[in-house]
């Protein structure tokens, strides 16, 4: 299994302002990925976290909106950018250890833009 | 592109009866992984099963089983004598053999009345 932290666990922003997202893992990774999910909607991959390189990113999410850093193979940070109300989700951090294992999960960040 | 898809929005069950949560997926790899998750209110994605589409055997984790029919692309959940804790959302989900990101259902409520 891996072991994940992931802070902060729930913040209330203020619109036009960023939060940065912290997910720590207790052994190094390959991959990490952040997940958006909405009030009472299913998760979607925002993008990929690649060690060493820039992110990856799904349709709909772009760089500007949702920089990612990822320095080292065990950790990752999401900022959330300029901050609107259509932003409140949660935001999850998960790891896979290789292709064969599930994925784990960080206990996931509850955002409320104001 | 792979979709997933619960059909359920919502399920209850009394007590110490059985419920199954039901999940089609499409895609053209013959290889892939199968998972059901578990999010109770905590927030925490929790995996429940796994299954590999290259194996016939459905999977079982002591209450928890599936049924996966490869042909009909589907991976229905049984939970039996179900308890107050498995109350929760659940989420069907997807990843090809690659690894990398999941492809979530739009999850099911499941509710576990006393």
């Known amino acids: 299994s891996a072991v994940i932290s992931q802070k902060p666990s729930r913040d209330i922003c203020q619109r036009g302002t960023s939060l940065t997202i912290q997910c720590q893992v207790d052994?190094?990774?390959?991959?990490m990925f952040w997940y958006r999910q909405q009030p009472g909607q299913s998760l979607t991959l925002i993008a990929t976290a690649n060690q060493g390189s820039e992110a990856t990113y799904e349709s709909g999410f772009v760089i500007d909106k949702f920089p990612i850093s990822r320095p080292n193979l065990t950790f990752s940070t999401l900022t959330v950018s300029n901050m609107s109300p259509e932003d409140s989700s949660i935001y999850l951090c998960?790891?896979?250890?290789?292709?064969?294992?599930?994925?784990?999960f960080g206990q996931g960040t509850r955002l409320t833009v104001v | 592109a792979q979709t997933v898809t619960q059909s359920q929005p919502e399920m209850s069950v009394q007590e110490a009866e059985t419920v199954t949560l039901s999940c089609t997926y499409d895609?053209?790899?013959?290889?892939?992984?199968l998972f059901w998750y578990k999010q109770p209110p905590s927030r925490q994605m929790i995996l429940v099963i796994r299954q590999e589409a290259y194996k016939q055997q459905n999977a079982t984790e002591n209450r928890f089983s599936v049924n996966f029919q490869k042909a009909a692309k589907s991976f229905s959940l049984k939970i039996s004598d179900s308890q107050l804790g498995d109350t929760a959302m659940y989420f069907c989900?997807?990843?090809?053999?690659?690894?990398?990101?999941?492809?979530f259902g739009q999850g099911t409520e499941l509710s576990v009345k006393p």
């Open positions: 989900a997807f990843r090809n053999d690659q690894g990398g990101k999941l492809i």
């Open positions: 998960s790891v896979d250890r290789d292709r064969n294992t599930e994925a784990f």
């Open positions: 052994s190094q990774v390959t991959m």
């Open positions: 895609t053209s790899e013959s290889n892939y992984y």
